[in-house]
């Protein structure tokens, strides 16, 4: 099979490395997704291990359609019994049409699912489905008449690690989080690591579970596993492996404060229920009262931005008091901070050494990263 990790815009190329690295094979980047080579196996590992990735699809195909007859032909084509079975519920859950001259997502819906029927019912012989067994979601996304049908094998998105239970206003995804620490390249061992606006400590906690290497989807369910194609047993083993992979002797130093107790207070019990509160040091404390712990490291944050929590000038005011406490406080550390406001530059008076443009939660963003010493 094909199969598909979509990806938040502007993530693509650190799904692609997660990808490699797993060790999957003929792995592709297109916009808004990964796809690679993969069975059973792959389908368990990339839910278990991806930690950017925001669900993992099976493709089942792609295909140019201008017509309804056009669309209820290439889905009948497809191979739908070999991933559902006689007792199986394929709802057709997700339809996006972008430029397209089939625009009607619920006319799309109802040929799609027809013509599964269709298919199903001359492959089991039978005149009616039940739909009472495991879930087999079908995603549509059509651009420029070209349509791509998928299967989730996810569930609930992978951002869902099951650690965090209590969100605040602005909350960041743990994907993102876990994006922002990949590319600052930050992994534990000496570099120690600061959040000074830590929230409900997102940042702090997919750091430590990267230096630790806790596959961020050990401890949780996927609609997969109810799949007929995929032994209970492989769940076990690879969940089994991930566990074993941890690594509990390098040296993990973490540090994230925040002015709200409130947040500080459901941070902890986050990191707790992640496993990883022996290695992030939580602190009630104002932005103005950190100090570097260490000559050298990496302050990754994400601050409240202009649209979020704060008015314009309270932002400006913010951005620029952390370029001075950084640059006074932290002057051989690298920052890396995410934003919404384009002027953050100017406020913090620096310039960037790199800025990438990211989209957290539908707000389009900036990741501004200052290197620091080396």
Same mark, same amino acid.
């Given at each position: 099979?094909?199969?598909?990790?979509?990806?938040? $815009? &502007?993530?693509?190329?650190?799904?692609?490395?997660?990808?490699? @690295?797993?060790?999957?094979?003929? =792995?592709?980047?297109?916009?808004?997704?990964?796809?690679?080579? &993969?069975?059973?196996?792959?389908?368990? #590992?990339?839910?278990?291990?991806?930690?950017?990735?925001?669900?993992?699809?099976?493709?089942?195909?792609?295909?140019?359609?201008?017509?309804? !007859?056009?669309?209820?032909? !290439?889905?009948?084509?497809? #191979?739908?019994?070999?991933?559902?079975?006689?007792?199986?519920?394929?709802?057709?859950?997700? =339809?996006?049409?972008?430029?397209?001259?089939?625009?009607?997502?619920? @006319?799309?819906?109802?040929?799609?699912?027809?013509?599964?029927? !269709?298919?199903?019912?001359?492959?089991?012989?039978?005149?009616?489905?039940?739909?009472?067994?495991?879930?087999?979601? %079908?995603?549509?996304?059509?651009?420029?008449?070209?349509?791509?049908?998928?299967?989730?094998?996810?569930?609930?998105?992978?951002?869902?690690?099951?650690?965090?239970?209590?969100?605040?206003?602005?909350?960041?995804?743990?994907?993102?989080?876990?994006?922002?620490?990949?590319?600052?390249?930050? *992994?534990?061992?000496?570099?120690?690591?600061?959040?000074? $606006?830590? &929230?409900?400590?997102?940042?702090?906690?997919?750091?430590? $579970?990267?230096?630790?290497?806790?596959?961020?989807?050990?401890?949780?369910?996927?609609?997969?596993?109810?799949?007929?194609?995929?032994?209970?047993?492989?769940? %076990?083993?690879?969940?089994?492996?991930?566990?074993?992979?941890?690594?509990?002797? *390098?040296?993990?130093?973490?540090?994230?404060?925040?002015? @709200?107790?409130?947040?500080?207070?459901?941070?902890?019990?986050?990191?707790?229920?992640?496993?990883?509160?022996?290695?992030?040091?939580?602190?009630?404390?104002?932005?103005?009262?950190?100090?570097?712990?260490?000559?050298?490291?990496? %302050?990754?944050?994400?601050?409240?931005y202009g649209d979020r929590l704060l008015t314009e000038n309270e932002v400006q005011r913010l951005y620029s008091l952390m370029g001075d406490i950084f640059r006074m406080r932290f002057s051989k550390w690298s920052y890396y901070v995410i934003t919404s406001y384009e002027k953050f530059e100017s406020y913090f008076d620096k310039k960037a050494t790199k800025n990438r443009k990211l989209y957290n939660g539908g707000i389009k963003c900036y990741y501004y990263q200052y290197y620091g010493a080396k």
């Open positions: 099979m094909t199969l598909i990790a979509s990806a938040p $815009m &502007g993530l693509e190329s650190i799904v692609r490395d997660e990808c490699v @690295d797993l060790g999957f094979e003929n =792995v592709k980047t297109f916009n808004g997704r990964v796809e690679f080579d &993969g069975g059973p196996e792959e389908i368990v #590992k990339a839910n278990i291990h991806l930690r950017v990735a925001d669900r993992v699809f099976v493709k089942m195909g792609e295909f140019k359609a201008l017509t309804f !007859e056009d669309l209820f032909q !290439e889905i009948k084509k497809m #191979k739908w019994e070999d991933l559902i079975p006689i007792d199986g519920e394929f709802p057709v859950s997700w =339809v996006s049409s972008v430029k397209c001259k089939l625009y009607s997502k619920s @006319d799309i819906q109802k040929i799609v699912k027809k013509s599964i029927v !269709e298919r199903l019912k001359s492959h089991y012989d039978i005149g009616y489905f039940a739909e009472k067994g495991a879930s087999y979601k %079908i995603k549509i996304q059509a651009h420029n008449d070209i349509f791509l049908v998928m299967v989730d094998t996810s569930g609930e998105g992978l951002h869902k690690r099951g650690y965090r239970n209590l969100i605040n206003d602005a909350p960041l995804k743990e994907t993102m989080a876990a994006a922002l620490v990949k590319l600052s390249r930050w *992994k534990g061992g000496e570099l120690p690591l600061v959040d000074p $606006m830590c &929230g409900t400590g997102t940042i702090a906690i997919e750091a430590a $579970m990267i230096a630790r290497n806790v596959a961020p989807g050990v401890n949780r369910k996927f609609a997969s596993e109810k799949w007929s194609i995929i032994p209970g047993n492989l769940w %076990i083993d690879t969940r089994d492996a991930a566990f074993s992979e941890e690594d509990y002797d *390098k040296e993990v130093k973490i540090y994230a404060s925040d002015m @709200d107790p409130e947040a500080i207070e459901v941070a902890m019990e986050n990191a707790k229920k992640a496993g990883v509160d022996g290695d992030i040091i939580f602190e009630c404390k104002n932005i103005l009262e950190i100090e570097a712990p260490y000559e050298k490291g990496a %302050i990754i944050t994400n601050p409240p």
